[in-house]
């Protein structure tokens, strides 16, 4: 499975992005596999902030990004996307996709060693 991240830029704060997750090779949607988004900021720790189910399109978010950012999936192009609006500066990282062959809730799997599979990270600026 290889995943393909895309999308990330410079963008002034209170602008928007639309990362894009390609998702190629073995394709899990008839089992309900989740895609989930992180971003890490250099020197820190990889962080969870939303998740979707390939099956029935559910979604999980944490608190920091719940209403600025949205992910939908489509699954006809096996990719998962990251509409991000209202950026703030803090939100500067690079965004990594990842997808999981566990079934799980997804308000359980916020971490990433719940993942099995990453994408390589695309670079988000966002200037103040």
């Known amino acids: 499975v290889q995943l393909q991240a895309s999308g990330g830029g410079l963008v002034q704060a209170g602008g928007s992005l639309r990362l894009s997750c390609a998702v190629s090779?073995?394709?899990?949607?008839?089992?309900?596999?989740?895609v989930a988004w992180f971003r890490q900021v250099s020197g820190k720790e990889r962080v969870f902030l939303t998740s979707?189910?390939?099956?029935?399109?559910?979604?999980y978010y944490t608190d920091s990004v719940k209403g600025r950012f949205t992910i939908s999936r489509d699954n006809a192009k096996n990719t998962v996307y990251l509409q991000m609006n209202s950026l703030k500066p803090e939100d500067t990282a690079v965004y990594y996709c990842?997808?999981?062959?566990?079934?799980?809730?997804?308000?359980?799997?916020?971490?990433?060693?719940?993942?099995?599979?990453w994408g390589q990270g695309t670079l988000v600026t966002v200037s103040s």
């Open positions: 090779g073995r394709t899990f949607t008839s089992y309900g596999t989740a």
């Open positions: 979707i189910m390939w099956n029935d399109g559910s979604t």
């Open positions: 990842a997808t999981t062959v566990r079934t799980y809730s997804l308000d359980i799997m916020i971490n990433e060693a719940w993942y099995d599979y």
